[in-house]
């Protein structure tokens, strides 16, 4: 980069040189106007011999083969004859000349040839061998000398041998007219002589003769020594359009030389004495034309550009291609900063780089000077390029300016910048982009560079893509917290990316503080959210962290996302990190509670009772003070009861409800606190909560049935007074429904009975009677109860008379039926107990009276119980035919045991017997009936299960008191005793 910057400056300077230079001191011409013989051009050509001049050789193999013959010709003279010894010698004399005027061509450029030798020492050799063989022949052969001669003389003078004229002229009169006049205007022009009348008769007699050489020779020479020489150089430069290209070349070029000299130097190429249309073909026209064209230019440099490249295709393949094509240049130059439009020097600059690397553009030959010329042309274009850069970022720049840069860049890197450059013009041509406004085109250079590139350089043009990109976005260099306006998305988003791919590099706050910020512009808060929360774990200092942390619980909180609020606020905790809101401070440990309450709340509506629980268990554990608490040990508890935690439920309402005695929550608290403990059977919690239930909450219409439950309970364990007391404000309870309050009554009156205080008894059996208003079946359990009472007291006859008033209702429903049967029951029981007493009372005087008696009593028993049964089916019955099965013990025992004298007659013994077997079968048949009766009942569970467990005993295998008899009694029959006798 430090070296493109010093590029910068040598080619500002550079451009500033040359247009000064340009406009202060103009062009130079470029091409040569060709450097003119000394010798006056075609004088030679003029004079050569005029019979050889029509067989004139005109290629090499001409050449070749003319030079084997020569050879044979010059081998045939030593055994030639003296006839044939001359006419080798001529052949040989005329051979030699022509390959002299050959090669004399081919050195002057008329006439190509693959001879790669000296020219001069080839002309001179064959020249020497052409006046050899003369020389011989003039000695040979007395007549006919006129060729040999002037072949010997005038080598003489083209070798420099001035004695070459004295010998001509002495031999003047051999030579004939032709030869003559040759020589004559040879040494005039080679003498020098005065301008005379005489002397331009003469010279234009032998330019007559001579044709176009002798006519451009001869004028070129009048020019030579006239003071006004134009009418003769435009006679000359007219003659010569016949003449080859060489020749046209080397005449106009004398003539140049001629008019400069006569002008003191100072040509006006634009108004030269001799016209050179017929020679526009000609390297020296053109140079000529150049001159004349730049002499006439000024400060215009068109023409001169027109000009140049008028000449180009001209130049091609040859070495005057190069100076041409950079003289194109440097007027390009020229113009594109004086009209700051640079695309035409753009252009040839191209153009001229492709042509020179073509190594054959300047000829064969000229590979390292074509090289030598791109290598030029590089280093003018990457100068160019350069300045161009140097100017775009100045900031009087223009957007047109620019606008051309940039594309010279492109074009430029593309297509001929050195590898080594183009990551530093192509950087350039990121900030030019920028420069000019085109961030999307800056963006995009910048960012195709960082692919390219690692480390810190990567990370250069990803800040230098950034910026423009911000630019797009429309997004400020400082992290906008209070916020922007939602606009740009597309751009917004990919500078997020940016900001991301820069954090991973940097790891600072600042650059994830935008790239966080813009995905909140563009609706993506869950990610950035995401990315500040990941650094904040592992970064949580200054106050990027401070705000991002604060506008994340901001966000969650407004949002209600209770779980990621949460998670931040430890965060901020564990940091130390005070969360910054605009110009808030954000209490991070208050919105932990916040988090904990709302999203424990959350948790449990959507049945997560699990995390429900953790989260409402750490809330009230520790926001104690919190008004919410109380609500949160609801929630809580209801959490622990639904994740099957019933422990912890059941304790967390005992914490509700004596913390907070007169909370809103008291009510369901103590409610779902008694509903959880039954099914514990935590007995004490349950008489708690349902006992400060009703107490608290006394016209709650869940009271009546809470008040049984807790009787239940009382009653289990034995708690008849506290079972009293709610069976009593049952029956109070006007909310009750009536035959609830009736059974409440009744149950005071049973409990009352049996384990308390017979004025409560009666207290209840009173209310009952009341509130039924002489139901006629509770008046029935009344009486019941009241005949219990008098048998407990042994007043039987306010039994039988309970009974019979019971009797006397005639109601036919199964709880008077029960407690009628209860009377008759409590009547039997009596009557048994008075059988038995009965029985052990009679005396025995008289077995027969008292077999009789005994059976009699039996039946009045036998009459009770059956008088239980008698009201229908009821509990009582099968438990009375036990008793009566059991009572005929008493009854059979005794008769057993009655016997009768053996010594009285036998008609009495036998007699007695009789009888007391017909009483004994018929208690049995009576104990079989109760028995039969009472196994019915049990099987048909219409009894007590204690009483049917004893009727089942009573009738077991294991009861042996009885057997099968002869009648099917099942008991022991009776049998007299037999005397062996």
Wanted: aromatic fraction near 8%; charge should be positive.
């Amino acid at each position: 980069m430090r070296q493109l910057q010093k590029h910068f400056v040598q080619a500002l300077a550079g451009l500033y040189l040359s247009v000064q230079a340009s406009v202060a001191f103009g062009l130079g011409p470029v091409l040569p106007l060709g450097k003119p013989t000394a010798e006056i051009p075609m004088l030679s050509e003029a004079v050569r011999d005029p019979d050889l001049a029509f067989e004139q050789i005109t290629d090499d193999g001409e050449a070749q083969r003319l030079i084997a013959q020569s050879k044979q010709d010059a081998e045939g003279l030593i055994k030639a004859d003296p006839t044939r010894k001359i006419e080798l010698l001529e052949t040989l004399m005329k051979s030699h000349a022509r390959l002299a005027y050959f090669y004399e061509d081919v050195r002057s450029g008329r006439l190509p040839s693959s001879e790669r030798g000296e020219m001069g020492s080839v002309i001179s050799r064959h020249r020497n061998d052409a006046s050899r063989y003369a020389n011989e022949l003039i000695k040979l052969r007395a007549g006919n000398q006129a060729q040999a001669v002037y072949i010997v003389g005038m080598n003489q003078i083209a070798s420099g041998d001035a004695s070459g004229f004295s010998s001509l002229s002495k031999n003047k009169k051999i030579l004939g007219k032709d030869r003559a006049l040759r020589l004559d205007f040879l040494t005039l022009i080679k003498a020098g002589g005065k301008d005379s009348p005489a002397m331009r008769k003469s010279l234009a007699q032998y330019m007559t003769a001579l044709g176009a050489s002798g006519q451009v020779a001869g004028n070129l020479y009048l020019a030579k020594i006239e003071k006004n020489s134009a009418p003769s150089l435009n006679k000359a430069i007219n003659a010569a359009s016949k003449l080859p290209k060489i020749d046209r070349e080397n005449s106009v070029a004398y003539a140049l030389q001629l008019w400069s000299t006569k002008n003191n130097g100072k040509v006006q190429y634009g108004k030269l004495p001799f016209d050179l249309k017929a020679h526009s073909d000609l390297a020296v026209t053109r140079a000529v034309k150049e001159r004349a064209v730049l002499q006439a230019s000024g400060k215009n440099l068109t023409p001169a550009l027109q000009f140049y490249r008028s000449i180009v295709e001209v130049n091609r393949g040859t070495p005057l291609l190069a100076p041409v094509l950079e003289r194109i240049l440097e007027i390009e130059e020229t113009n594109a900063n004086s009209s700051k439009s640079y695309s035409s020097y753009e252009k040839a600059l191209i153009s001229s780089l492709e042509m020179m690397n073509d190594k054959t553009s300047l000829g064969k030959g000229q590979e390292a000077a074509a090289q030598a010329s791109a290598a030029r042309i590089s280093a003018r274009y990457k100068n160019f390029v350069v300045a161009m850069v140097g100017a775009s970022k100045s900031p009087k720049a223009t957007k047109a300016v620019r606008s051309q840069t940039i594309s010279i860049i492109n074009t430029y890197v593309a297509n001929h910048a050195a590898a080594a450059d183009k990551v530093p013009f192509r950087t350039e041509l990121g900030r030019i982009y920028a420069l000019n406004g085109q961030h999307q085109e800056a963006v995009r250079t910048f960012m195709d560079l960082k692919k390219e590139s690692t480390g810190a350089k990567a990370q250069e043009f990803l800040l230098a893509a950034m910026a423009s990109q911000r630019v797009l976005a429309e997004w400020p260099s400082t992290a906008p917290w209070n916020g922007v306006p939602k606009k740009n998305v597309p751009s917004r988003t990919i500078l997020a990316d940016m900001y991301e791919e820069r954090f991973a590099a940097t790891n600072n706050w600042d650059d994830l503080a935008h790239h966080g910020l813009l995905l909140i512009n563009v609706n993506n808060n869950s990610k950035a959210f995401q990315v500040w929360t990941k650094n904040l774990e592992k970064n949580p200092k200054g106050q990027h962290a401070q705000l991002a942390a604060g506008m994340m619980m901001a966000s969650y909180q407004s949002a209600r996302n209770w779980q990621k609020l949460e998670d931040i606020a430890r965060l901020a905790i564990k940091a130390n990190l005070s969360p910054l809101f605009g110009k808030r401070t954000l209490d991070s440990v208050a919105l932990l509670g916040d988090a904990l309450f709302e999203g424990g709340r959350e948790h449990f509506t959507a049945k997560r009772y699990g995390p429900a629980s953790e989260k409402l268990a750490e809330f009230t554990k520790k926001y104690k003070t919190d008004k919410r608490r109380v609500e949160a040990l609801f929630v809580l508890a209801k959490a622990y009861h639904n994740f099957e935690k019933h422990p912890a439920s059941v304790e967390t309402l005992l914490v509700l409800v004596n913390e907070y005695p007169a909370s809103p929550y008291e009510h369901d608290a103590l409610l779902l606190g008694g509903e959880w403990t039954v099914p514990m059977a935590w007995e004490d919690q349950t008489i708690f909560f349902y006992q400060r239930f009703i107490e608290r909450f006394v016209k709650d219409p869940k009271v009546p049935s809470i008040r049984m439950v807790l009787v239940e309970l009382y009653m289990g364990r034995e708690l008849y007074g506290n079972a009293v007391r709610l069976y009593a404000a049952h029956t109070e309870d006007t909310r009750v429904a009536k035959n609830d309050r009736i059974d409440s009554a009744l149950a005071i009156m049973a409990v009352e009975e049996r384990y308390g205080d017979a004025k409560y008894a009666i207290w209840g059996a009173g209310k009952a009677r009341e509130i039924s208003k002489e139901d006629p079946i509770i008046v029935a359990r009344v009486v019941s109860f009241d005949a219990r009472r008098a048998a407990k007291s042994g007043d039987m006859n306010k039994v039988r008379q309970l009974e019979a008033s019971l009797s006397k209702l005639n109601v036919n429903e199964r709880g008077v039926i029960e407690s009628l049967a209860q009377l008759r029951f409590l009547l039997a029981e009596k009557q048994a107990t008075e059988t038995k007493q009965e029985i052990f009372n009679l005396a025995q005087t008289d077995p027969v009276k008292t077999l009789a008696a005994q059976y009699s009593i039996f039946l009045k028993t036998q009459a009770a119980y059956d008088r239980v049964c008698a009201v229908g089916t009821t509990t009582y019955c099968g438990f009375a035919m036990l008793r009566l099965s059991e009572s005929t013990r008493n009854s059979l025992s005794s008769i057993e045991n009655l016997s009768v004298a053996q010594t009285l007659d036998e008609k009495t013994v036998r007699g007695f017997e009789t009888q007391k077997l017909s009483v004994i079968s018929a208690i049995s048949r009576a104990a079989a009936r109760a028995d039969s009766i009472a196994m019915g009942i049990s099987e048909k569970g219409e009894t007590t299960p204690e009483w049917s467990q004893e009727i089942v005993v009573n009738n077991s295998d294991s009861n042996l008191e009885r057997s099968h008899g002869a009648t099917g009694s099942g008991f022991i029959q009776w049998m007299p005793v037999k005397n062996d006798q």
